[in-house]
């Protein structure tokens, strides 16, 4: 007994959380989503859905899920030449992969000055450095697995005031993972000063972790750390309330049910009307969700295998 | 869970023959083994042998320590690459083509050029600096061996561009942690390489092969917490708090 505890003692003393415990909160590690879930509801061939951002655009379309209007598709470096054809006098859009990963070589151009583009943040990008950014796009610089690859330029989502107060300059997005077709796992996703207006969390994005019934905030992570006040402004995350929270779960839901990955993470904007846009599916979402949350997902995971109903007020 | 199964039954098969095989070894009762080769190919066979369990420790590392790597073969690749290079010219042509590499690619990086011509230039001003430091090498009346400097330069300029991207990517500081991760994982490959028990080991016991592949499958189906992730959901952990 006594062996025991001495034993507890000195596996804490080495240990930062003794994985009994971690278990114990249900807590999903990588090796556990990849060997437990994603072989299991994932299957390979339907990656390619979420993979490639054009496919998974033509399923919202024909579901009837609003996402970002495409303007042009680039697939030929001859294409880059002609930027006035690709963009024309358009102020604002988005140039994006379209089988990028996190965030990557996404460019969000907000206005124009002269000959050049303004990407977030006043950054001045001239027509030279677009046309290179859309070769480095197309040659899989950002691609994943880096093979060749397409640019899309698309529209620039306003975001809704409420979620852009939060978020200096960029836009906001809302995170939700599904299992099996039903949200287990929320997170609202900012930018900040440090993220250059981007909200991916591994460039120093906020997630703010969500209540589902509600869409409001219960907690945040910033740099892997739990987080309780907005980094830039101070503003305590219980403040924070999603709008439309209702349509932006029917939404999520709607885009797990047409792509049929088991295991999903629906990225999406409300617009400045509120309405939620779909910005992309990811097949394999991340794990930070749950130190935004306070909370495991595999605990939410067994629930739904255990047919626990669902807490009412979602529908 | 079938595979589960599976795998455990193949395990324990590979396990059994492994300490069969060895055992009537120590027993007296072997057969033939690779020692019986000339001599002349012991140490490149040593070397060969002892690859997979590199492997073994590169997947250890990532999966259950959960430390990331550049590539998963990437480390025993380096640590094979420098085999032939004696341990003072190693360390001269890792900091040349860190030093010379990174200031060259990122002058390179303004021109503009697509990624294939871009690690052909780079390969050949790393090629050149290194065929005129043995020309220099030479008239002082040192004698450099060409052999070592071969194969780290192509394992190092894929590396260096890896290393150069996750810069612009990831930051610094995530890239430094992944290139140090690369390189200790891949000095232990180098360790093991090295140590001429192991690779009398391996060249004496061809079952010992069966247990690396025995582990592997055990690392292969391993789904539960990475040592790094008890530190990163630390403040999830249930119960009293220390």
């Not at chain 1, 959380?17 to 072989?39: F, K, Q, T």
């Not at chain 1, 024909?62 to 690709?86: N, S, Y």
């Not at chain 1, 796992?185 to 972790?209: C, D, E, K, W």
């Not at chain 2, 942690?177 to 690779?199: D, E």
Request: aromatic share 6%; hydrophobic share 50%.
């Amino acid at each position: 007994m006594r062996a025991a505890v001495e034993k507890r003692k000195l596996f804490s003393a080495v240990l930062p959380a003794r994985p009994g415990r971690l278990r114990a909160a249900g807590v999903l590690g990588l090796n556990g989503r990849n060997m437990n879930v994603l072989i299991r509801w994932n299957p390979k061939p339907l990656y390619r859905l979420v993979d490639d951002k054009l496919a998974t655009k033509e399923l919202c379309e024909a579901a009837g899920l609003a996402v970002p209007r495409t303007f042009a598709v680039v697939d030929h470096p001859v294409q880059v030449r002609r930027l006035d054809r690709l963009i024309g006098a358009r102020e604002e859009f988005v140039v994006k992969p379209v089988r990028g990963a996190g965030g990557r070589g996404v460019m969000i151009i907000a206005g124009r000055r002269g000959e050049d583009y303004l990407a977030v943040g006043e950054r001045a990008i001239s027509p030279e450095a677009m046309r290179y950014h859309l070769l480095e796009i197309l040659g899989g610089s950002y691609s994943i697995g880096g093979r060749a690859d397409r640019a899309m330029i698309e529209q620039r989502i306003i975001g809704h005031p409420a979620l852009a107060a939060l978020s200096g300059g960029g836009t906001a997005d809302v995170r939700i993972v599904l299992y099996r077709g039903r949200p287990v796992m929320a997170m609202l996703r900012l930018p900040t000063a440090a993220s250059a207006g981007r909200a991916n969390l591994h460039q120093g994005g906020i997630g703010v972790g969500l209540d589902l019934r509600s869409g409001t905030g219960v907690a945040a992570v910033w740099n892997g750390r739990i987080v309780d006040r907005h980094v830039d402004t101070g503003r305590p995350i219980g403040d924070i309330a999603v709008p439309a929270w209702a349509e932006v779960l029917a939404a999520a839901r709607k885009l797990a049910a047409v792509i049929g990955l088991g295991y999903l993470g629906a990225d999406i904007v409300l617009d400045d009307q509120a309405r939620p846009i779909v910005l992309e599916a990811n097949g394999r979402p991340g794990l930070s969700i749950q130190l935004a949350n306070r909370g495991g997902l595999m605990k939410k995971i067994k629930d739904v295998d255990a047919g626990a109903p669902e807490r009412p007020g979602i529908e | 869970m079938n595979q589960q199964r599976w795998v455990i039954l193949i395990a324990a098969v590979l396990i059994a023959a492994g300490v069969g095989g060895i055992a009537l070894r120590l027993a007296g009762l072997g057969w033939a083994d690779w020692t019986a080769l000339p001599p002349e190919t012991h140490q490149t066979l040593a070397w060969l042998l002892i690859l997979p369990a590199g492997a073994l420790l590169t997947a250890f590392v990532r999966t259950i320590v959960g430390f990331q790597t550049f590539g998963t073969l990437t480390p025993t690749l380096l640590a094979a690459s420098y085999l032939y290079c004696d341990r003072a010219s190693g360390v001269v042509v890792f900091a040349l083509v860190m030093v010379v590499g990174l200031g060259g690619r990122a002058l390179l990086g303004r021109l503009r050029l697509q990624m294939g011509p871009r690690l052909g230039i780079i390969l050949t001003v790393l090629v050149l600096c290194l065929a005129g430091a043995m020309a220099v090498m030479y008239r002082l009346g040192l004698s450099p061996r060409p052999a070592g400097a071969m194969m780290p330069l192509v394992v190092l300029t894929i590396l260096l561009e890896r290393f150069y991207v996750s810069i612009e990517e990831n930051g610094l500081g995530a890239s430094l942690r992944l290139l140090v991760a690369t390189l200790a994982v891949a000095g232990a490959c180098g360790g093991l390489l090295a140590w001429p028990a192991v690779g009398r080991l391996a060249l004496a016991y061809p079952e010992a092969q069966l247990l690396v592949v025995a582990a592997m499958l055990g690392v292969g189906r391993y789904s539960g917490y990475r040592l790094t992730e008890l530190w990163r959901f630390r403040e999830l952990a249930e119960g009293p708090r220390r």
